[in-house]
Protein backbone atom coordinates (compact mmCIF):
# COMPACT_ATOMS: atom_id res chain seq x y z
CA UNK A 1 0.00 0.00 0.00
CA UNK A 2 2.81 2.52 0.92
CA UNK A 3 4.40 2.16 -2.44
CA UNK A 4 1.22 2.88 -4.30
CA UNK A 5 1.29 6.33 -2.41
CA UNK A 6 4.62 6.96 -3.59
CA UNK A 7 3.08 6.91 -7.12
CA UNK A 8 0.84 10.55 -7.60
CA UNK A 9 -2.10 10.42 -10.19
CA UNK A 10 -1.99 14.30 -10.90
CA UNK A 11 -3.86 15.35 -14.32
CA UNK A 12 -4.17 11.75 -15.51
CA UNK A 13 -0.16 11.17 -15.49
CA UNK A 14 1.39 8.41 -13.35
CA UNK A 15 4.43 10.70 -11.22
CA UNK A 16 6.67 8.49 -8.98
CA UNK A 17 7.64 10.47 -5.87
CA UNK A 18 11.25 8.78 -6.11
CA UNK A 19 11.77 10.61 -9.62
CA UNK A 20 10.90 13.83 -8.25
CA UNK A 21 12.93 12.89 -4.98
CA UNK A 22 16.26 12.46 -7.26
CA UNK A 23 15.88 15.28 -9.56
CA UNK A 24 15.39 17.38 -5.85
CA UNK A 25 18.18 15.79 -4.40
CA UNK A 26 20.63 16.48 -7.20
CA UNK A 27 20.03 20.57 -7.28
CA UNK A 28 23.00 22.29 -4.87
CA UNK A 29 20.66 23.37 -2.68
CA UNK A 30 18.61 20.35 -1.55
CA UNK A 31 19.65 18.12 1.22
CA UNK A 32 17.40 15.79 1.64
CA UNK A 33 13.68 16.01 -0.02
CA UNK A 34 10.24 13.91 0.36
CA UNK A 35 7.68 14.10 -2.24
CA UNK A 36 3.82 13.24 -1.83
CA UNK A 37 0.62 14.00 -3.83
CA UNK A 38 -2.00 16.29 -1.62
CA UNK A 39 -5.49 16.26 -2.61
CA UNK A 40 -7.01 18.61 -5.67
CA UNK A 41 -10.25 19.10 -6.85
CA UNK A 42 -9.04 19.58 -10.18
CA UNK A 43 -5.75 17.66 -11.24
CA UNK A 44 -6.94 14.89 -8.79
CA UNK A 45 -3.17 14.96 -6.59
CA UNK A 46 -0.32 18.26 -6.71
CA UNK A 47 2.87 17.20 -6.21
CA UNK A 48 3.88 18.40 -3.02
CA UNK A 49 7.92 18.56 -2.19
CA UNK A 50 9.28 18.52 1.32
CA UNK A 51 12.96 19.79 1.23
CA UNK A 52 15.67 20.18 3.75
CA UNK A 53 18.25 23.04 2.77
CA UNK A 54 22.05 21.79 2.30
CA UNK A 55 23.99 23.06 5.33
CA UNK A 56 24.83 26.74 4.48
CA UNK A 57 22.38 27.42 1.72
CA UNK A 58 19.02 28.25 1.02
CA UNK A 59 16.37 26.92 -0.90
CA UNK A 60 15.19 29.72 -4.12
CA UNK A 61 11.63 27.67 -4.59
CA UNK A 62 10.66 28.95 -7.95
CA UNK A 63 14.40 28.19 -9.44
CA UNK A 64 13.73 24.15 -7.34
CA UNK A 65 10.69 24.15 -9.05
CA UNK A 66 12.04 25.38 -12.64
CA UNK A 67 15.10 22.90 -12.12
CA UNK A 68 12.37 20.15 -12.15
CA UNK A 69 10.42 21.22 -15.10
CA UNK A 70 13.63 21.14 -16.87
CA UNK A 71 15.07 17.99 -15.80
CA UNK A 72 11.59 16.08 -15.89
CA UNK A 73 8.92 17.86 -17.16
CA UNK A 74 6.26 20.24 -16.11
CA UNK A 75 3.86 17.45 -14.63
CA UNK A 76 6.66 16.48 -12.01
CA UNK A 77 7.45 20.08 -10.65
CA UNK A 78 5.90 20.49 -7.25
CA UNK A 79 3.27 22.68 -7.05
CA UNK A 80 4.52 23.11 -3.68
CA UNK A 81 7.81 23.53 -2.23
CA UNK A 82 7.58 23.10 1.76
CA UNK A 83 11.47 23.97 3.39
CA UNK A 84 11.53 22.30 6.16
CA UNK A 85 14.13 21.95 8.75
CA UNK A 86 14.10 17.88 8.79
CA UNK A 87 11.51 15.14 7.72
CA UNK A 88 9.81 13.17 10.00
CA UNK A 89 11.52 9.59 10.07
CA UNK A 90 10.17 5.91 10.89
CA UNK A 91 11.60 4.09 13.94
CA UNK A 92 13.72 2.40 11.41
CA UNK A 93 15.40 5.77 9.73
CA UNK A 94 12.81 5.53 6.68
CA UNK A 95 11.14 9.07 6.04
CA UNK A 96 7.90 9.03 7.57
CA UNK A 97 5.11 9.72 4.42
CA UNK A 98 2.35 8.81 6.73
CA UNK A 99 3.37 11.83 8.45
CA UNK A 100 3.47 14.10 5.85
CA UNK A 101 0.20 13.17 4.49
CA UNK A 102 -1.84 12.63 7.55
CA UNK A 103 -2.94 16.61 8.06
CA UNK A 104 -3.76 17.26 4.31
CA UNK A 105 -5.23 13.31 3.59
CA UNK A 106 -6.85 13.73 6.78
CA UNK A 107 -8.89 17.08 5.84
CA UNK A 108 -9.56 15.46 2.37
CA UNK A 109 -11.40 13.05 4.12
CA UNK A 110 -13.27 15.21 6.34
CA UNK A 111 -14.54 17.36 3.15
CA UNK A 112 -16.00 13.87 1.86
CA UNK A 113 -18.41 13.08 4.20
Known amino acids: MDRKKDMIISGGFNIYASEVEAVLTAHPSVGAAA ?21 GRQVDIPALQSYVKQVKGSMYAPKK ?33
Open 81 to 113: VVVVDSLPATPVGKVDKKRLRAPFWADSIRNVH
Open 35 to 55: VIGVPDSRWGELVTAFVVPRS
